[in-house]
């Protein structure tokens, strides 16, 4: 099953990257989206995939009675989700207000905080 | 987007998804549930109704904005975090009182710490996601 | 005791919260004001606590180490607290004057505040997860106020800081999920003697580069610093500074604290990488600067050449290599964040930053170019300023250890650092104004300028104070040197037992 996984980060990753290398700031906004979910996998790869019931106590026990999944990597993607989708949606956000008001999506021609040389003088 | 259709049934639909929404919050004290998944919940209720009456009416249907929830929310977590410092634990220690009993078992009544925080992360989730939705429903 | 540690935690988020509920009435400017101020002595308090005690420790929730979070300061942390507190007390004094109204309304200093949370709170925890979280605080508040109040410049300078602080933070994220499925513990403490005994040393440090490049984007450092000078001149001043003072050295901080206490397996290969990465930063930064005539990307690309003299010290790995880095990191937030002020209140007397368009500051305001020489000389590092015991220590740390070619970059950068200062003191406030006209603060009325010229003021006297009596803060650096070189104390005071 890790294996399965990883060939997927490595789908992801590779898909990621080459979205991100595209001038267009949308699909260097897609691809982030799948490097932030290849990274997701990651952490719940890394946390060794194994069959087992919710990490839940019943009540009035002081352990869980069978084998439970490990559950901190589902805590630390459930945060890393989270996080990653308020960043994404300010990056949405900020990526519309820009086309809005300058009218571009082309990263090359995004040039207003760093204005070509003026090479005339 | 106009429909009559959409907008009739969005009545129904907005209000049972805010009824589930608080009962998720709830649920989640002992159960798989909790301030996050009923702050999304709740969000989602409120842009069903934003997509049927507009961002305008879906704002007064909220009678604050969208982020002073949000921050209040925090306040909430933050106060009941500090509790615990109050009671001389470490910060964010659950803090729980028994009314009409001792134990858990015999109270009548738990107020706790814990449920506070996750109210207040509910009004984060809420005040956020509805935040971020009625700016993007507004642009558009 | 833990309250001493969460206190300049909690502190800033109570602030934000209700400088945010007030954000519509005039009094959330003095809320930011007060709670700064209650920052800087719950920091001070944590600062006499760690003096005493040497590492302060506490475990958030009551869940023992290293199940839970810990929250954790040692001498280089309390001091980076205590800074931060500091910078965070001296911009809110500059923002009264800068930031308009209609800024404020947006809720300029409830992320302020944020800002300043989320960096305290990275330079206090002892968790790695809980460090992400802190960097994504700290983000997401230094995203909105880059772009906070508008325009073309802050939008296009707003897309290419976020993006490619988002690509790090996930080679960050992923570095961390690897080094979990390594260790199975995510303390640092813990993780110290865990990376120690793990079997596949390779993967190690593997894992060590993802961090370094991860840590590198944040500290903007060779070949990754790209994002900075194309985002650091855009904000308002008051942002600049606080950004140019504190965000940069959260990197530089967490590749202190990780490149000494959990990745020292393999110093030889981390280190030499981190060695060349350095000298590289140093000399492309201070290059970059010398072909800008702007105030601030001047000063943008300044910061990159500095930063290299802080990891330069990390590098180098002796007890004085690292005492002369910390050194130079609290003396670079002081003169930097104090630079960009300066940069700030002489746009307002001759309304640009533009060298080119610029000048006679020199004769319509004394003051303010006297308050510049001093922190621009001290980062040249002229004696006897804070800069000069800062880069004196680096330099003979790399002469101890007889590497000649690092001691002559380390010189030749600080020379070029001259020669960009003198740069701005000749165009900016020497030369006459090319319009023929006396620079003054025609905008801005003159409690605005006083309250910019305040915090100017005071980390100005600080740079002297530093400079003057480096005693104390010297040894200071030195004890904390010698706390990263052997993290004994710092694991057995989180981990509660003996390693």
Known sequence: MESLTAILIGVLTAAAVYMMLARNIMRFMFGLILLSNAVNLTIFTAGRMTKGEPALVPYGQDAPLTDIGNALPQALVLTAIVIGFGLLAFLLALVFEAYRRLHVVDTDAMRHAEPKEDTTK | MKSVIFETGARLLVALIFVFSLFMLLRGHNLPGGGFIGGLLGAVSFIVYSLAKGPAEARKALHMAPETIAAIGLGIALLAGLLSFFMGDPLFTGQWFWIGGDSYDTAVFAPNSILVFDIGVYLVVLGGILSLAFAFDEET | ?499
């Open chain 3, 1 to 499: 005791m833990s309250w001493v540690l969460v206190m300049p935690l909690v502190i800033p988020f109570i602030t934000a919260v209700i400088a945010f509920i007030l954000r519509n009435s005039p009094a959330n400017r003095w809320v930011s004001v007060v709670g700064s101020v209650l920052a800087l002595v719950a920091a001070a308090v944590l600062m006499v606590s760690v003096l005493k005690e040497g590492v302060v420790a506490a475990q958030m929730s009551n869940w023992s180490a290293p199940f839970g979070i810990t929250l954790v300061a040692d001498y280089l942390s309390a001091v980076m607290v205590v800074i931060t507190a500091i910078t965070g007390l001296a911009t809110t004094v500059y923002a009264l004057g800068e930031i308009p109204e209609e800024t404020e309304k947006l809720g300029f200093y409830a992320l302020f505040q944020t800002l300043l949370a989320g960096v305290t709170g990275a330079f206090l925890t002892g968790d790695l997860f809980n460090l992400y979280v802190w960097f994504e605080v700290m983000l997401i508040a230094s995203f909105s106020l880059l772009v906070i109040g508008g325009g073309k410049e802050r939008l296009d300078a707003g897309i290419k800081y976020v993006a490619l602080n988002l690509v790090s933070t996930l080679v960050f994220l992923s570095g961390i999920g690897m080094l979990y499925g390594v260790t199975g513990t995510l303390n640092m403490a813990d993780l110290r003697g865990a990376v120690a005994a793990a079997e596949n040393q390779g993967l190690i440090t593997v894992i060590a580069m993802m961090f370094m490049v991860g840590f590198g984007v944040k500290a903007a450092v060779f070949p990754l610093f790209f994002w900075l000078p194309a985002s650091y001149h855009t904000p308002y001043f008051a942002v600049s500074a606080v950004f140019a003072g504190l965000l940069t050295k959260v990197g530089v901080y967490a590749l202190m604290r990780m490149f000494s206490l959990v990745f020292v397996g393999d110093i030889g290969f981390t280190h030499e990488i981190l060695l060349w990465v350095s000298l590289l930063t140093m000399f492309t930064g201070v290059i970059g600067a010398a072909a800008q005539t702007d105030f601030r990307k001047i000063l943008s690309f300044h910061i990159i050449s500095q930063i290299g003299y802080m990891t330069l010290g990390l590098a180098l790995f002796t007890p004085l290599a690292l005492m002369g880095g910390v050194f130079y990191l609290v003396h670079h937030i002081i003169v930097k964040a104090n630079l960009f002020f300066v940069a700030g209140l002489a746009r307002q007397y001759a309304g640009s930053t533009d060298l080119n368009r610029i000048g006679g500051l020199y004769k319509s305001a004394p003051l303010l170019a006297a308050l510049f020489i001093i922190p621009a000389f001290s980062l040249a590092g002229f004696p006897p300023l804070s800069g000069f015991w800062a880069k004196y220590l680096i330099v003979k740390a790399a002469l101890e250890l007889n590497f000649w070619f690092v001691t002559f970059v380390s010189l030749f950068v600080g020379l070029l650092t001259i020669y960009s200062m003198t740069k701005i003191w000749a165009m900016a406030f020497w030369k006459p104004h090319p319009d023929g006209i006396d620079p003054t603060p025609n905008r801005a009325p003159p409690q605005v300028t006083r309250a910019m010229i305040l915090p100017i003021a005071a980390l100005a006297a600080m740079t002297i104070v530093i400079g003057f009596y480096p005693e104390p803060f010297v040894q200071f650096a030195e004890t904390a040197a010698n706390q990263l070189l052997d993290p004994t104390d710092y694991v057995t005071t989180v981990l509660g037992v003996q390693p």
